[in-house]
């Protein structure tokens, strides 16, 4: 791997978007006449890899972090109970309130800035829904595990215990790495958020030589700059970092970085 920094630019233009029959997830129809709803259909999904009907051989993964799905889902509708196995999966909540429910017991709603993670391990059912008056938008993260086969797990943290504000908040961590953090999986990769208030404030993050990291620019228009230069952001545009370096993240913006091992692999398409 060369050790000079590089950054691949992902418009938002360049990820799949999927508006499902509400039908494929036991929803009611749409409601049009809604004054709530912000979108005609009940769930807007922005696929970063292959995903469901959407299946790209030159974009399946990025390192271990082979989904990140964007969802934007309308009051009082969601994902009926689905299984799950051999995945660390990890969601932020943006904005609204996500109820969780699994066949391990746990049943939860969380708000702006959490973030639950499940091992699905063997296996494991779970339902996500919306069942409040406003829109529920979260990002939607699959990792490849350490092994298959664990036992299932759940874990969450609520948003309003870590300061994002102008400083990088360290949401999930390997479960052996002995760094703390609310929430620990089983997969070597860590999960940072930063809500970055305006041009004048910026955040640095350091990534380290066999590391790699994807980027996502939740909301606003955040700047990324390092020894590659320097990239502006739109909402929902994304990135792949790579190479030893100090990037500098500017606001305005809301920006989530997953961190991994480099591997080589990446977006050959764009």
């Not at 508006?19 to 997830?25: A, C, H, K, S």
Request: charged share 20%; glycine share 10%.
């Amino acid at each position: 791997m060369s050790s000079k920094s590089s950054l691949k630019h992902i418009p938002n233009k360049y990820l799949t978007v999927s508006e499902p029959n509400p039908i494929y997830f036991g929803n009611g129809m749409n409601e049009a006449k809604n004054p709530n709803w912000t979108n005609k259909n009940w769930l807007k999904s922005r696929f970063h890899f292959s995903f469901a009907e959407y299946y790209n051989p030159k974009n399946t993964n990025y390192g271990v972090l082979r989904v990140m799905n964007d969802d934007l889902v309308q009051p009082k509708r969601g994902f009926g109970t689905h299984p799950h196995s051999n995945a660390e999966i990890c969601t932020y909540v943006v904005h609204g309130q996500l109820t969780h429910q699994d066949s391990m017991g746990t049943k939860e709603s969380l708000g702006p800035g959490s973030i639950q993670f499940m091992t699905a391990g063997t296996g494991i059912r779970h339902s996500e829904h919306n069942i409040h008056g406003d829109p529920l938008r979260f990002i939607q993260m699959w990792l490849t595990p350490k092994k298959t086969g664990l036992k299932p797990n759940y874990g969450s943290m609520c948003g309003s215990k870590i300061d994002t504000k102008n400083k990088w908040g360290h949401l999930v961590s390997s479960a052996d790495e002995r760094v703390e953090t609310p929430v620990k999986i089983q997969c070597d990769a860590n999960i940072f958020v930063s809500q970055i208030s305006s041009d004048k404030d910026s955040v640095d993050f350091k990534l380290k030589k066999g590391r790699q990291a994807y980027l996502l620019a939740v909301e606003g228009t955040p700047v990324v700059s390092g020894g590659f230069g320097t990239q502006h952001f739109a909402q929902h545009d994304a990135a792949e970092l790579t190479g030893a370096d100090n990037f500098k993240v500017s606001g305005p913006g809301h920006v989530l970085i997953v961190e991994m091992a480099y591997d080589g692999s990446g977006r050959s398409d764009i």
